[in-house]
């Protein structure tokens, strides 16, 4: 092969040299460039061949490296069409070199990627566990301050539309809200976690219920007028009291902070606030707060062997409340299982035989309870179907948008505001 | 030095790259980053300077940009030792009442403030040590924590005088980073000084103030007349848009050509001319490609709408949103999540063709090395600086070039 014209930059000083190259050597492992200088024909450098690497090569310009000379940043440019083929043709290292270097970038990118699912995985699986480890190392004494701070947020939030948290009935003496003592106490007996459950009723027309970290219980008057019977009522507020009781809310604060930071890594944006780390974060918490619902159920149904209620008609009011959220039924695709599939079946299994018909409230509790809310002046009494699509679609738009899921254990929406 | 060679010519930069080339590596690094999770982010980068530095020539001879993939990577993880514990700091204050919350961001913030200085000069280290010219690469010195505190002491005095010391920090600033500049051997100087942009942007801050104050007047009569008003609020609106982007070109021109024609290195000088109208063109046909990209996509949106919307127009009236929704299907939340990341990528990739990549090839074209030839005895010198100033800067959702 006839030598070919090229410049060098041997990596120490910055001159450019006009040098000629020369192939010697007939195989890749022990031949060398011999790379001289055009005019006095000095030797400047000899490279060997399997040490040779193509910084850029296009079909004009090829610029090659050595891995084993003195300076790794010395450069050898070769200019034109001819000279570049001649050149490739003669050292076919540098053609599998590249190839190599590219599979070993896709080998470093699968394992990063795969290093990063691993990540993910962890977190969807660990961070319930982790949470919970996190949520009991805070006092309760804490949590419930931190409660209180967010009661004003909740009231914000859904007083968006017609509705308030206020109280239907204030009067802690009167006998509705002693039958509800009365149950909070039952339901609560020989359980020692230091969270003070308090649970009001309050006005207002989505049909929803929740617990605030710290103990706080909520239960909205709609759904009040929805709950079929007295059991219904009292297996819905044993389920958000074991919410509470089980600190769910906290452990959705530290988680809604850890899916933070995941997503903020996936997206390379720690601190960014985008529609990516709402939508990451409600894939994660999807599937925590089947758990807890779960969770929830249990509890309600171990309330309902103690105190010897029939907890069966709970299930279709949750239900009832389930099938209205769009928000976690489009979720609920995503998620492994559907929501409310799964705990129909705990509920129905877990509801005895030998508890049918019995109940917790006495007739008179219970018609107290129902009169707390009136006289009406929602306008939503005659209005008890609550499932399904109906004239109310306003309000129902308003359950999708503020809260992600049904019957949210607290830190619902707030969940993502405190994460932050 | 400068006895080597006679009649040095200078070297005039040139830039030879194809924006078809970089439109295909950005659209197949943006596929990638789907299913790598967002990690081929730190690829597609390097891609990306090394496209960028590898078509810049200066006398013939081109950038190379030596970085890889790996180091970003790894700077980055080293960057989340630092931003774990910051964002666990944020999340407890959000968890505070408002006093305490406020204070507490507030003060969070400004520490945030001080690290975008600590990364940006630390990031540029690793720039340079990774650009190499004529076998020679570049590198940094100078601390990068004196230069987070020097910025944040500006920023400060800059929002303290209305904007009034901008030229000062401006030139301080550059000099410090130039003057901590090296390419090899040879320390790089900077002259730079606030009188190099003092007159447009001076001008320009009194024509702001004036044409703010006439603002005001023009919403007043607004409210007065709502009728006429709006028309009027709209057209002083445009126009006043029109004169900030006019200002900041040519303010931004001056800037640039002005400090970049302050340094030297050794007996070699740089000279940069790029003018207010080169980047008001730029801007402008950014705008235009913008404007038509939208419409096109916003055409074959409704298109596809309309086609949905046909499809179920009977029953149309009487369906709620969450008919709606489930008629839509699983389908429908993916499509959704699509689109959006479509959107993040046409943006993505308008933004790095038509500004980033137009405003590399006008300074590259417009730079000229007066008397090259003393450069030819630079030695090399200078080690390979960590990436972690590159990690912060992506934890913060940067990435410069
Ligand atoms: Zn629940």
């Known amino acids: 092969m006839a030598d070919i014209r090229a410049r060098l930059h041997d990596g120490e000083v910055a001159r450019t040299r006009q040098v000629i190259v020369e192939v010697a050597g007939s195989s890749p492992e022990t031949g060398t460039l011999i790379i001289r200088d055009q005019a006095s024909a000095e030797v400047y450098a000899r490279w060997p061949r399997h040490a040779l690497f193509a910084v850029t090569a296009s079909k004009t310009l090829l610029r090659i490296g050595t891995t084993t000379g003195a300076h790794q940043n010395a450069r050898l440019t070769i200019e034109g069409a001819a000279d570049v083929a001649a050149l490739f043709d003669t050292l076919p290292t540098l053609a599998a070199k590249q190839k190599a270097n590219r599979a070993a970038q896709g080998r470093m990118l699968v394992i990063a990627t795969a290093a990063l699912g691993s990540v993910i995985a962890a977190f969807v699986f660990g961070v319930p566990l982790i949470s919970r480890q996190i949520v009991a190392l805070i006092p309760t004494a804490w949590e419930r301050d931190f409660g209180d701070r967010i009661v004003g947020q909740a009231e914000e939030f859904f007083a968006q539309g017609s509705g308030t948290l206020e109280r239907c009935d204030p009067r802690p003496g009167s006998e509705a809200n002693r039958a509800i003592a009365r149950f909070v106490a039952a339901a609560t007996a020989g359980v020692d976690t230091g969270i003070d459950i308090r649970v009001d009723v309050v006005r207002n027309p989505v049909p929803n219920a929740f617990a605030l970290p710290g103990g706080q219980v909520y239960y909205f008057s709609s759904l009040l007028e929805a709950s079929s019977n007295s059991n219904a009522f009292a297996g819905v507020l044993a389920h958000e009291i074991g919410h509470a009781i089980e600190r769910h809310g906290m452990e959705q604060v530290v988680a809604t902070a850890g899916t933070g930071l995941l997503v903020g890594l996936v997206v390379g944006d720690v601190f960014g606030i985008s529609p990516a780390l709402f939508v990451g974060q409600q894939l994660i918490n999807t599937r925590f707060s089947r758990d807890h619902e779960l969770a929830a159920d249990q509890f309600a149904l171990g309330v309902a062997q103690r105190l010897e209620f029939d907890a069966g008609a709970m299930a279709t009011v949750l239900q009832a409340v389930a099938a209205d959220d769009v928000a976690s039924r489009a979720m609920s695709l995503i998620a492994t299982h559907p929501l409310t599939d799964e705990r129909e079946a705990v509920l129905a299994a877990g509801v005895g035989p030998d508890l049918a018909g019995k109940t917790f409230f006495t007739p008179n509790e219970w018609t107290a309870i129902q009169l707390m809310c009136s006289p009406d002046q929602l306008g939503t009494r005659q209005n008890t179907n609550i499932s399904g699509p109906n004239s109310e679609g306003q309000n129902q738009r308003d359950v999708t948008r503020k809260s992600s899921k049904t019957l949210p254990a607290p830190g619902t929406g707030k969940g993502s505001k405190t994460g932050r | ?401």
């Open chain 2, 1 to 401: 030095m400068s006895q080597t060679e006679i009649a040095p010519e200078p070297f005039v930069g040139q830039f030879k790259g194809q924006r078809t080339h970089l439109f295909l590596l950005l659209g197949r690094g943006l596929l990638l980053l789907v299913p790598t999770i967002g990690i081929y982010r730190f690829w597609l980068l390097t891609q990306k300077r090394r496209f960028l530095w590898s078509r810049t020539f200066f006398g013939g001879e081109p950038l190379e940009y030596t970085g890889t993939a790996r180091e970003i990577l790894f700077g980055f993880l080293f960057a989340l030792a630092v931003f774990v514990p910051v964002y666990g700091v944020f999340a407890y204050l959000t968890t505070q009442d408002e006093l305490v919350a406020g204070i507490g961001s507030a003060v969070m913030g400004l520490f945030l403030l001080l690290l975008t200085g600590f990364a940006s000069f630390r990031s540029r280290r690793f720039r340079l040590t990774r650009t190499l010219w004529r076998g020679i690469r570049f590198h940094q010195t100078g601390s990068a924590w004196k230069y987070a505190f020097m910025r944040f002491g500006w920023f400060i005095l800059v929002t303290l005088t209305a904007g009034l010391a901008f030229p000062f920090m401006a030139a301080h600033l550059f000099r410090y980073r130039f003057n901590h500049t090296w390419y090899g051997t040879q320390r790089l100087k900077s002259v730079a000084s606030w009188r190099h942009i003092a007159g447009p942007f001076y001008l320009f801050w009194v024509l702001f103030v004036v044409l703010a104050v006439a603002f005001l007047v023009v919403i007043g009569a607004a409210i007065a007349e709502p009728d006429a008003g709006a028309v009027l609020v709209s057209v002083a609106t445009l126009l006043f848009f029109v004169f900030l982007g006019l200002a900041y070109s040519v303010i931004a021109s001056r800037e640039r050509s002005r400090f970049v024609s302050s340094i030297s290195i050794g007996d070699t000088g740089v000279r940069l001319r790029l003018r207010a109208r080169s980047l008001i063109g730029m801007y402008v046909l950014f705008a235009i490609v913008l404007t038509i990209t939208a419409v096109v996509i916003s055409l074959a949106m409704g298109a596809a709408a309309a086609g949905f919307f046909v499809s179920l127009q009977a029953e149309l009236p009487n369906m709620s949103f969450e008919t709606v929704m489930q008629a839509l299907g699983p389908g429908a939340l993916f499509l959704a999540i699509g689109a959006y990341l479509a959107f993040l990528a046409i943006f993505a990739i308008l933004t790095d063709l038509f500004l980033a990549l137009s405003y590399w090839k006008l300074v590259a074209a417009n730079i000229e090395l007066t008397n090259p030839s003393a450069l030819d005895n630079v030695r090399a010198e200078g080690e390979e600086a960590p990436s972690f100033g590159e990690g912060l800067v992506d934890a913060f959702g940067g990435g410069a070039y």
